[in-house]
């Protein structure tokens, strides 16, 4: 399939339906840490950078670039302001965005639920 057919699909009811269906995980995702994420931990900004060790995260402070490893979830606090909230959004609908879309737009061509 040519990029040019796949970036018409973009803009397709079937691309606004699979985008919208992206929107909606992105937003139910917005309270739970992801990569990327900023963070409060012992009273200095962090970012989560490494999570495969779930539910312990790898943080790096944003002021000393000191790293923490093995940080549990209850330990940090998620950033609350719109910013943070932004962030989280734009983390998770950016990544079904680049990995996922064109392989749903197709499925559901093929009459397959997403």
Same mark, same amino acid.
């Given at each position: 399939?040519?990029?040019?057919?796949i970036r018409? $699909?973009?803009?397709s +009811?079937?691309g606004?339906?699979?985008?919208?269906?992206?929107?909606?995980?992105?937003?139910k995702? +917005?309270?739970?840490?992801?990569?990327? $994420?900023i963070v409060?931990?012992? $009273?200095?900004?962090?970012?989560?950078?490494? $999570?495969?060790?779930?539910?312990?995260?790898?943080?790096?402070?944003?002021?000393?670039g000191e790293?923490?490893k093995?940080?549990?979830?209850?330990?940090f606090?998620?950033?609350?302001?719109?910013r943070?909230?932004?962030?989280?959004?734009?983390?998770?609908?950016?990544?079904?965005?680049?990995?996922?879309?064109t +392989?749903?737009v197709?499925r559901?061509?093929?009459?397959?639920? +997403?």
């Amino acid at each position: 399939m040519s990029q040019r057919r796949i970036r018409r $699909g973009h803009w397709s +009811i079937v691309g606004l339906y699979v985008r919208a269906i992206y929107a909606w995980r992105a937003l139910k995702q +917005i309270d739970k840490p992801h990569l990327g $994420g900023i963070v409060t931990y012992r $009273g200095e900004k962090c970012r989560l950078y490494q $999570g495969v060790y779930s539910p312990k995260w790898h943080l790096s402070s944003a002021a000393t670039g000191e790293i923490f490893k093995f940080v549990p979830v209850p330990e940090f606090e998620l950033d609350r302001s719109l910013r943070g909230r932004w962030a989280a959004f734009k983390s998770s609908y950016d990544f079904w965005m680049a990995y996922w879309f064109t +392989i749903d737009v197709r499925r559901v061509r093929g009459g397959m639920r +997403i």
